[in-house]
């Protein structure tokens, strides 16, 4: 294979990217504000106190799962031991191709969750001892399980439609990949609501009354055709109280967990609804997915380079992208890579959640009760009031609690 044409299309799809990024990112949420977050200002030194002493507990554990997913997922790539296992797994159903993908994604998978286990249960353990999780530990695993199944079931389906390629197309499996990945992306997204979601919860129709009344006017006034509300029963993993948009064109629905409905006032669901509604309005699913595709394709002929340069390959014990034993290096290079590119993709989601939260406030014009229920949410979430920066760069997909509060003064003095 030569390197020239996934080079080419490497940076022609980077560009792409960019220029993606910079026309639908709102990179200025609420032109003219000047967001200074000060936790002090709103919270007590005892609520301040009780939030760091949980993210004291839980931050380690964080940080120590994500560096042993990454090491071990790089020695299993960067060895033969991957290789191995991938061979060893599918050896009892004869070791065609096919097996050797599937079970060898599901092993290095459900390895990885394994060793990271104690640190799962040890993070679990802190969410109980301060009562954010309501799960029983069977029901925990359950999960654990589940979460393998589904991730494992996903990756496997790209990784097959690549080793395919591989197979059928030596020189130019990469092009395709890439449109192939790109499209599993975009597939993926919009079936995300009715495959995936409903592994994990179940859904009912928020049930007729003043609240769906409510929800619905507000979509309504706001001019986004929403159909159904949605509530998951989230009460059985979680006592935090959220809500969100998933799916799009005719997947695309409103979820509040049912803790929202059972604890929040009308208004403050209202406020919620508000800013799932901004989502919507935005396409805010549809064009991440979008990135998203053109991510993942980007990634393809990155991959595809990576794999061209022999030492990396030799290494991992397999052939190339149609040896089915390259499953643990291509899981390896995408940890890595995801790793590499979330603090980018997390300051994108920020960018586009304050969007949301400015929409919830032209829509319901309420700063007092925006105010108040985030001041409870992230007593309740119990959020990180004031993020350490790698905490934040890594993990935070929305503003902090303070930077939402300080945003919606703001407001009241440019718009209020
Ligand atoms: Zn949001």
């Known amino acids: 294979m030569t390197r020239r044409a996934p080079t080419v299309a490497l940076a022609v799809l ?8 910079v026309v639908t990112v709102p990179w200025t949420p609420l032109p003219g504000a000047d967001v200074v977050p000060d936790p002090a200002r709103d919270f007590t030194a005892a609520q301040i106190a009780r939030e760091v002493a949980f993210h004291d507990a839980l931050r380690p554990t964080s940080y120590a799962s994500l560096a042993v997913s990454l090491v071990l997922l790089t020695l299993l790539g960067l060895t033969r031991v991957g290789a191995r296992l991938v061979r ?46 309501t799960q029983t530990w069977p029901s925990w695993l359950l999960d654990v399980g589940r979460g393998v ?6 990756t496997a389906l790209a990784l097959l439609t690549l ?22 992306v975009v597939a993926g997204s919009f079936a995300y609501p009715l495959v995936v979601e409903p592994v994990f919860n179940s859904f009912t129709s928020l049930p007729a009354g003043p609240l769906r009344d409510e929800v619905l006017d507000l979509a309504a006034r706001d001019g986004v055709a929403v159909d159904d509300v949605l509530v998951s029963d989230a009460s059985r993993r979680t006592t935090a109280l959220n809500a969100y948009v ?44 979008a990135l998203g595709a053109l991510g993942a394709a980007a990634a393809v002929c990155a991959l595809a380079l990576l794999l061209s340069w ?4 030799r290494r991992s014990g397999a052939e190339g992208i149609h040896d089915p034993r390259i499953v643990p290096l291509v899981l390896a290079l995408v940890a890595v890579g995801s790793f590499a590119v979330g603090p980018a993709s997390n ?39 004031d993020p350490h920066p790698l905490a934040y760069a890594l993990f935070a997909t929305h503003p902090s609690t303070t930077e939402r509060l300080a945003m919606v003064r703001e407001w009241e003095r440019l718009r209020g």
């Open 14 to 21: 980077l560009t792409v990217l960019c220029l993606a990024l």
């Open 88 to 133: 060893a797994v599918a050896r009892p159903l004869g070791g065609g191709w096919v097996w050797q993908v599937l079970l060898g994604t599901l092993a290095v998978t459900a390895l990885v969750r394994l060793v990271t286990l104690p640190l799962r249960a040890r993070s679990e353990s802190v969410l109980r001892a301060y009562g954010l999780s």
């Open 149 to 154: 199944l589904v991730d494992a079931g996903l």
């Open 163 to 184: 080793v395919g390629l591989g197979r059928v197309a030596r020189r130019t499996w990469w092009a395709w990949g890439a449109a192939a990945t790109a499209l599993l």
């Open 246 to 289: 998933s799916g799009f064109g005719s997947t695309r629905r409103v979820v509040l967990y049912d803790t929202l409905v059972a604890r929040a006032t009308p208004q403050e669901v209202a406020l919620v609804v508000a800013h799932e509604l901004g989502h919507a309005e935005e396409r805010d699913v549809l064009v991440g997915t």
């Open 310 to 313: 022999s030492p990396v390959l």
């Open 347 to 385: 300051l994108v989601s920020r960018r586009i959640e304050a969007r949301a939260d400015v929409h919830s406030l032209d829509l319901t014009r309420d700063p007092r009760t925006f105010a108040d229920s985030q001041r409870r949410l992230a007593l309740a979430n119990l959020s990180d009031l």
